[in-house]
């Protein structure tokens, strides 16, 4: 069918409504990248015919190029001020559904697109058909397949004659050797996998000001500082999720992996030596710790040290930092090492087995080909008039906002100029 006379554009999501993804998901914000005047610059009088497939691209789309000029400020206020808004996101995503109901945007729910062919006719699953000039593909990547983004614009693209960029998870949770009941030679690690002794006795614990290395097969590659999660995914949080990308890719390639983390990163080993030192010397003049068995002195000082739900997890991983020394038939001398201790603070070692996979990464990185695509238009080398924007392209980056960013940036300038593309109808 052809679109009605009235209609600009058609945004066809898979699910129930748009902002599915952006809603839930939605931690940082992207950076604002609207510049009003140039855009209805650009929009001025430009009659659209496309139609687009995702909430985020879409109502990036939409709003960038048919929001007359006060509407966009708002809406980049909105995106702007976000954090003050956490609670009020689906405001947000109202606000743009809204703005692209205003300006003829249909937006048809629940459509499954089965196909496109050039030319272009888009055929749902259930045989509708739409014939469009201009076909802007923001389907997404992998990641999240429940939020609908199941990878079909990849195929779609592949099919077109596309190259396709081997795709992978990233910003994902990264699983520690032993963390898991059960380990197989697969790298993708279920998130539903039982936990182990050791992964039992870390999950849930936040580490702040951290220091985390990344080392691929024994040389270190990066090293962030900042806050780590222990979850019943794995290794989490935002310096987690920042090197889990390298991390993830060299696993990939059969690549050893193994994370180093630093639990004072300001102070040398040396000063960390003399301080653990001291505190010991404090716990063992401490009248109150005379009746305390040398373990139990020993889990006083890690508590110096470290969060107390740590100690569980640094102590069955360091078991060098206590030695038995046997004295006699009934007779056993606890020992602790303290400078064992201070090198296990400084270097607490963690050979990565996987990743957990699609399923909750937050993005997938790889994906079509950027070469097969103008950067200054998103439009294909390959088959004029397709455009396509956000995370079906090769393109991911850290946290921070940015990829919500890239699908907002791209989906802008695909829909600039798929409209600038077309002749000017009133
Ligand atoms: C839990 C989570 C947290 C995140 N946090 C952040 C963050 O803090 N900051 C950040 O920058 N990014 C974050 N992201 C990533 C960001 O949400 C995505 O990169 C971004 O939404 C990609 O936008 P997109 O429009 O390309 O694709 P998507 O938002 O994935 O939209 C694609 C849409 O296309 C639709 N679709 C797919 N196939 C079909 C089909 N065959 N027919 C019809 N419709 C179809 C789907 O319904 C899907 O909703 C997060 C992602 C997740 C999952």
Same mark, same amino acid.
């Given at each position: 069918?052809?679109?009605?006379?009235?209609?600009?554009?058609?945004?066809?999501?898979?699910?129930?409504?748009?902002?599915?993804?952006?809603?839930?998901?939605?931690?940082?914000?992207?950076?604002?990248?609207?510049?009003?005047?140039?855009?209805?610059?650009?929009?001025?009088?430009?009659?659209?015919?496309?139609?687009?497939?995702?909430?985020?691209?879409?109502?990036?789309?939409?709003?960038?190029?048919?929001?007359?000029?006060?509407?966009?400020?708002?809406?980049?206020?909105?995106?702007?001020?976000?954090?003050?808004?956490?609670?009020?996101?689906?405001?947000?995503?109202?606000?743009?559904?809204?703005?692209?109901?205003?300006?003829?945007?249909?937006?048809?729910?629940?459509?499954?697109?089965?196909?496109?062919?050039?030319?272009?006719?888009?055929?749902?699953?259930?045989?509708?058909?739409?014939?469009?000039?201009?076909?802007?593909?923001?389907? @997404? +990547? &992998?990641?999240? $397949?429940?939020?609908?983004?199941?990878?079909?614009?990849?195929?779609? %693209?592949?099919?077109? !004659?596309? *190259?396709?960029?081997?795709?992978?998870?990233?910003?994902?949770?990264?699983?520690?050797?032993?963390?898991?009941?059960?380990?197989?030679?697969?790298?993708?690690?279920?998130?539903?996998?039982?936990?182990?002794?050791?992964?039992?006795?870390?999950?849930?614990?936040?580490?702040?000001?951290?220091?985390?290395?990344?080392?691929?097969?024994?040389?270190?590659?990066?090293?962030?500082?900042?806050?780590?999660?222990?979850?019943? @995914? +794995? &290794?989490?949080? $935002?310096?987690?999720?920042?090197?889990?990308?390298?991390?993830?890719? %060299?696993?990939?390639? !059969?690549? *050893?992996?193994?994370?180093?983390?630093?639990?004072?990163?300001?102070?040398?080993?040396?000063?960390?030596?003399?301080?653990?030192?001291?505190?010991?010397?404090?716990?063992?003049?401490?009248?109150?710790?005379?009746?305390?068995?040398?373990?139990?002195?020993?889990?006083?000082?890690?508590?110096?040290?470290?969060?107390?739900?740590?100690?569980?997890?640094?102590?069955?991983?360091?078991?060098?930092?206590?030695?038995?020394?046997?004295?006699?038939?009934?007779?056993?001398?606890?020992?602790?090492?303290?400078?064992?201790?201070?090198?296990?603070?400084?270097?607490?070692?963690?050979?990565?087995?996987?990743?957990?996979?699609?399923?909750?990464?937050?993005?997938?990185?790889?994906?079509?080909?950027?070469?097969?695509?103008?950067?200054?238009?998103?439009?294909?080398?390959?088959?004029?008039?397709?455009?396509?924007?956000?995370?079906?392209?090769?393109?991911?980056?850290?946290?921070?906002?940015?990829?919500?960013?890239?699908?907002?940036?791209?989906?802008?300038?695909?829909?600039?100029?798929?409209?600038?593309?077309?002749?000017?109808?009133?």
């Amino acid at each position: 069918m052809a679109m009605e006379p009235n209609t600009k554009a058609i945004a066809v999501p898979n699910g129930p409504a748009l902002g599915k993804k952006v809603v839930p998901g939605m931690t940082k914000t992207p950076q604002p990248i609207v510049q009003p005047k140039e855009i209805a610059q650009a929009a001025k009088g430009d009659a659209m015919r496309l139609m687009v497939s995702s909430p985020g691209c879409a109502m990036s789309t939409c709003m960038r190029l048919l929001l007359p000029v006060e509407r966009i400020a708002v809406a980049a206020a909105l995106l702007d001020h976000i954090e003050r808004l956490v609670g009020s996101l689906v405001d947000v995503v109202d606000t743009l559904v809204a703005a692209c109901h205003s300006l003829g945007v249909k937006i048809v729910t629940e459509a499954e697109v089965a196909s496109i062919e050039p030319g272009f006719t888009v055929t749902l699953t259930d045989g509708r058909e739409w014939e469009c000039a201009r076909l802007i593909v923001a389907t @997404g +990547g &992998l990641s999240y $397949p429940t939020t609908g983004s199941t990878g079909d614009g990849l195929r779609w %693209a592949e099919a077109l !004659g596309h *190259r396709i960029v081997p795709t992978f998870p990233s910003l994902t949770a990264l699983v520690p050797r032993g963390y898991k009941l059960t380990e197989d030679k697969d790298l993708h690690i279920d998130r539903s996998t039982p936990l182990s002794e050791l992964g039992q006795s870390l999950c849930g614990v936040q580490l702040k000001n951290i220091q985390l290395s990344l080392s691929i097969e024994g040389t270190e590659t990066d090293s962030e500082f900042g806050d780590i999660d222990f979850t019943d @995914g +794995g &290794l989490e949080g $935002p310096v987690g999720f920042q090197l889990s990308r390298k991390a993830v890719k %060299a696993l990939v390639n !059969g690549s *050893r992996v193994c994370f180093t983390l630093d639990l004072k990163p300001g102070v040398s080993l040396t000063d960390l030596t003399v301080r653990v030192k001291e505190l010991w010397a404090e716990i063992e003049k401490d009248p109150r710790s005379r009746r305390v068995r040398e373990k139990e002195r020993c889990r006083i000082l890690l508590g110096k040290l470290m969060p107390w739900d740590l100690i569980p997890g640094f102590t069955a991983t360091h078991p060098e930092i206590i030695t038995l020394e046997r004295r006699g038939r009934a007779d056993t001398k606890v020992w602790v090492n303290l400078v064992s201790i201070a090198k296990a603070l400084k270097a607490w070692q963690f050979e990565i087995a996987g990743y957990v996979g699609y399923e909750r990464a937050v993005v997938t990185a790889g994906g079509v080909s950027t070469d097969d695509f103008v950067a200054k238009t998103m439009e294909s080398r390959i088959v004029p008039g397709l455009y396509l924007c956000g995370e079906v392209l090769d393109i991911d980056a850290d946290t921070g906002g940015y990829n919500l960013q890239l699908a907002f940036a791209t989906g802008a300038l695909a829909g600039l100029n798929a409209a600038k593309s077309l002749p000017s109808v009133d």
